[in-house]
């Protein structure tokens, strides 16, 4: 049996970048940086450790972050490890191991803490009508589960933005 499955927490250390590559697919790439907190046995100090990752996410996914995310935006990205390599133009191969993103959740509030800069569009705002579920802190949830990168024509449910509610 095999795994390979990433989970991670933490903020966007610099906002999306979304290109179309030449089949049309959206691909949105950004990083994300987790904080390790542990105290030190032999001198009982607090330590940490910060963790940058590289996630790569396809589709509506990826021009749904493209669209929400920013710099310092707060998310859960679930997926799983890719390790890439190709020869730089000094002749050295090089790799780069990405998180390919399969579910992504919005951490952050509408509105919270996150200031877009005065280019942007303003955040989309909470619609009145809507009806949080039950649980207490949830945030909208965005797949792409059992969908394939190199698949051109994907068979996947259509998520339009104005259901997205936040």
Not at 14 to 37: L, W, Y
Not at 153 to 158: L, R
Request: proline share 8%; glycine share 8%; aromatic share 6%.
């Amino acid at each position: 049996m095999n795994l390979n499955k990433v989970m991670i927490i933490g903020n966007l250390t610099r906002d999306p970048e979304v290109k179309t590559i030449p089949s049309g697919q959206s691909v949105a790439t950004f990083g994300v940086a987790t904080n390790r907190v542990w105290n030190d046995p032999q001198t009982g100090q607090k330590q940490e450790r910060v963790e940058f990752h590289n996630v790569v996410m396809w589709r509506r996914l990826a021009e749904i972050c493209g669209q929400y995310l920013r710099k310092g935006s707060k998310v859960y990205i679930e997926g799983r490890l890719q390790t890439r390599d190709w020869v730089g133009q000094d002749g050295v191969k090089r790799y780069t191991t990405e998180i390919i993103g399969e579910n992504m959740i919005m951490l952050d509030r509408a509105g919270a803490g996150n200031t877009a800069p005065a280019t942007q569009a303003p955040a989309p705002s909470v619609d009145e009508s809507f009806t949080p579920p039950p649980q207490e802190n949830s945030a909208p949830q965005v797949s792409t589960d059992n969908i394939n990168p190199e698949d051109t024509n994907p068979s996947e449910e259509e998520i339009k933005v104005e259901n997205i509610p936040f």
